[in-house]
């Protein structure tokens, strides 16, 4: 008998939802990390979507877009190396809301 983690990405690439949920797992982790390192700015920065391999994240105002530039390598290292998202995941764009 298959585990469900071998289960489910063959279901979901046969429905062809694959790159969705991968897509909004990614948006998922972003939000964690964030929450966890930069808690005083949650309310100014949202990741939104990931699309074409670059996840972009909305920024109420410039500090939080400066707070927010300052660790996009930390953020995509964490998504490559602890989430398995290397493939999903290629920049970070920051956009003003």
Known sequence: MDHISKLLPKTLRKHGLLDEAKASLAVFHAKQWLKVNLPSFMEEIRP?????????????????????????????????????????????????A
């Open 48 to 96: 939104t979507k990931c699309k074409d391999k670059t996840l972009f994240i909305e920024v109420e105002h410039s500090t939080a877009a400066q707070e927010c530039q300052f660790v996009t390598s930390d953020l995509l290292l964490h998504l490559h190396d602890k989430c398995g998202l290397s493939e999903e995941v290629e920049s970070i764009r920051i956009l003003r």
